[in-house]
Each structure stands twice: as structure tokens, then as C-alpha cells.
């Protein structure tokens, strides 16, 4: 019976952090409408929001959303050693040798299934803040380099979540063999991505499932799923 409510609290637990760490990377959402307001509320609403507002308000967008997220995500990190629910594996062990490569194939496989144009998107980043309302070269420089290091601080969020959700198949004897940490991703992450960009949910929906299939594979290996998601923004964006 102990061991029961012991079980019931570690399932409540790591749902809870992983709903936290999704509200984490919703603040996303809200700061994008907030520098829209105060920045450039008119192009914003009008004529299709993120992509429209100008460079420098680009920059503070950025700027405001990485100190957010690099305090929350230690915050988060802290407690959840402190209470036992961060289980990534940093550790080398011989499931690598089949995922590594997985995870480096399959989002090859993936933007082909989609007849996407498989190339690098840093030039089609660099050109677009270039294009964007006031931009120039130094400013599209700047706005490239905080473009990818939001990236990597989402994808670092990300694998918390999946780690969070995953806890829970420690927990429920039944079910074992669900990628509990990709469905918890798909259903907070990939929802988020519904609300900023409506017409990639499909696309967010499968890939947190493939990366929650990874996550288990690999015995919960950190290195594994970052090189799925490194591949995927560096052919996708």
C-alpha cells in the first residue's frame, strides 16, 4: 500500500515537472504577442505576425525569451535533482551504436516522406532576417546566431519534457513499452507549435513521438535525441 502511494506521488510528480516545462516554453508564445504590441503591433496583426516584425524588435523578442528560458530550465533542473525526476543519461552504452545512426536518418527520412527540399536552413535564416522590416547585415548576423541558440535552448526544455513524461512508465507496471515521453511531448510541445504555427502541428505531432521512441531506445540517452533534433533544425528549421 505504501509502495503504492509512493508510486502515485512520483506519477504526479513528473507530470507536474513536465507541465511545468511546457509552461516554460509557452512563455514563447506570450512574449511574441507582447513585443508585437509594443514593437510592431500594426504588421504584426495584419499581415501574419512573427515573421513581420522588425529587426531590433526580433532581437528583443530573443534576448527576453532565452533569459527566460535559460533561468527557468536550471530552476527546473535543480528541483528535479532534488526530488529525483531528472533521469537523462549522459553515459555511453552499446543501444548507442543502433540510435545514433536512427537518429541521423531518420529525419532524413522524414523531410523526404514530406518532398521538402533537403538542404541547410542557416542561408534561408540568414536571408530571411536580412529581408525582415529594417534589416541589415550586422543585424541579420546577430538575429541568425540568437535563432539557433533559441533552438538549442528549446531542444534542451524539450528533452526535459520527454524525460519528465517518460518517468512515468518507471511507475505504471502496464504499458511498459509506450513512449510515454513522446506522447507527453507531442500533446504540450507539439499543441504550442498548433498556436504559433498552425500548419507544421502534423509534422511537430509525429516527430515528438519518433523522439520519445528514441529517448526509450537509447536507455533515456541525452546525446541520441539532441543529434535527432540538431538534424531536424539544421535540414527543417
Known amino acids: 500500500m505504501e509502495e503504492l502511494i509512493q508510486n502515485e506521488n512520483k506519477i504526479f510528480k513528473s507530470f507536474k515537472q513536465g507541465i511545468n516545462l511546457f509552461g516554460t516554453i509557452f512563455l514563447d508564445v506570450i512574449v511574441v504577442f507582447i513585443v508585437a504590441y509594443f514593437f510592431d503591433v500594426e504588421n504584426f496583426f495584419t499581415n501574419g505576425g512573427f515573421r513581420y516584425l522588425k529587426s531590433s524588435a526580433l532581437t528583443i523578442y530573443f534576448g527576453i525569451i532565452l533569459t527566460l528560458w535559460t533561468t527557468l530550465l536550471w530552476v527546473n533542473y535543480i528541483k528535479a535533482k532534488k526530488e529525483g525526476l531528472f533521469n ?9 551504436y ?32 536580412l529581408n525582415s522590416p529594417s534589416g541589415n547585415v550586422f543585424i541579420a548576423n546577430i538575429n541568425t546566431s540568437l535563432q539557433y541558440l533559441y533552438w538549442l535552448v528549446e531542444m534542451l526544455i524539450v528533452i526535459f519534457i520527454i524525460d519528465s513524461f517518460h518517468n512515468l512508465s518507471n511507475y505504471i507496471k502496464f504499458f511498459k513499452f509506450i513512449p510515454w515521453g513522446g506522447i507527453g511531448l507531442a500533446f504540450t510541445w507539439g499543441l504550442e507549435q498548433l498556436l504559433m504555427r498552425p500548419n507544421t502541428f ?36
Not at 527520412?109 to 536552413?121: D, G, P, Q, V, W
Request: charged share 10%; with cysteine.
Open 202 to 237: 502534423l509534422h511537430i505531432f509525429i516527430m515528438s513521438i519518433i523522439a520519445g521512441i528514441l529517448y526509450k531506445l537509447s536507455k533515456r540517452n541525452f546525446f541520441v535525441v539532441l543529434i535527432y533534433f540538431v538534424i531536424l533544425i539544421l535540414i527543417k528549421g
Open 88 to 96: 537523462v543519461s549522459f553515459h555511453l552504452n552499446k543501444s548507442l
Open 98 to 129: 543502433f540510435c545514433i545512426p536512427l537518429a541521423i536518418i531518420l529525419p532524413l527520412i522524414f523531410s523526404y516522406l514530406l518532398e521538402e527540399n533537403i538542404h541547410l536552413t542557416v542561408i534561408d535564416q540568414y536571408n530571411f532576417f
